[in-house]
């Protein structure tokens, strides 16, 4: 199963997800792409880099997931 979600704000993230289920450990293996832009200016890797760690952190917390980032 894949999707594509992207946003409408001046921010853009857009999110392809690939969804494969294990065959012995019946879990999920979630991959997501995320292209960060900027609709007025050039991103810098720092700037990347931070908000990426944000996501990485959140998903953690809030989803309960094992990260493999």
């Known amino acids: 199963m894949a999707s594509f979600t992207p946003s409408h704000s001046r921010g853009n993230v857009g999110c392809l997800v690939l969804l494969s289920p294990h065959c012995r450990t019946h879990k999920t293996s979630h991959c997501y792409r995320i292209t960060y832009r900027h609709m007025e200016r050039t991103l810098c890797q ?16 809030l989803l309960a997931v094992e990260g493999r980032f």
């Open 46 to 61: 720092k700037e990347v880099r931070h908000i990426h760690q944000a996501v990485q952190e959140a998903a953690v917390q």
